[in-house]
């Protein structure tokens, strides 16, 4: 496989790479060297690529081990955690302090969810994959991809519901 055919063949999820890893490690500089060391690893072993299914399905669980890894080493300590806020440019300033408030509470909630949940979240959420192929990436029973999706919605929507309605019962 030469360098064209390779780039043509990361090109259509390298941004998910990332994505995963940035929900994963928080840190933009962070999730940007994993992306890059997960891309090296993948140039690495271009020859082996087109004995994969799903090269795509690959290089996700070699983002998700390797985030996992990272935040289980001694540096992960001291990684520095960075996080941006997301608006909506034509909403009114107070829409826009709503949005921004609800967006810095699903962050904060996502990350009291178990790994698993979170990963789950999004991958399926933000990530758009299947049932089937979050299963293959995780290495789990679909049904109990379904599930631990299903317990991660409902405690985010319970604690959405409990900000939102604070004071007013």
Not at 138 to 150: C, G, I, K, P
């Amino acid at each position: 496989m030469n360098q064209a055919e390779f780039i043509k063949v990361i090109s259509p999820f390298k941004d998910k790479v990332f994505r995963l890893s940035r929900r994963m490690l928080i840190s933009i500089e962070e999730a940007e060297d994993a992306t890059q060391e997960v891309l090296v690893k993948l140039w690495n072993s271009r020859a082996k690529l087109s004995g994969y299914s799903s090269v795509e399905a690959l290089a996700m669980t070699m983002t998700k081990n390797y985030c996992l890894d990272r935040l289980k080493s001694k540096q992960a300590s001291e990684m520095r955690i960075v996080h941006s806020n997301y608006t909506d440019r034509e909403a009114g300033l107070h829409k826009q302090a709503e949005d921004r408030d609800s967006l810095g509470w699903v962050q904060k909630i996502m990350l009291q969810l178990p790994e698993q949940q979170r990963m789950i979240v999004q991958l399926r959420e933000v990530e758009q994959y299947e049932f089937e192929e979050i299963a293959k990436m995780l290495d789990m029973n679909e049904t109990a991809v379904r599930v631990a999706l299903s317990r991660a919605r409902k405690t985010l929507r319970d604690e959405m519901t409990k900000k939102h309605s604070y004071g007013i019962n």
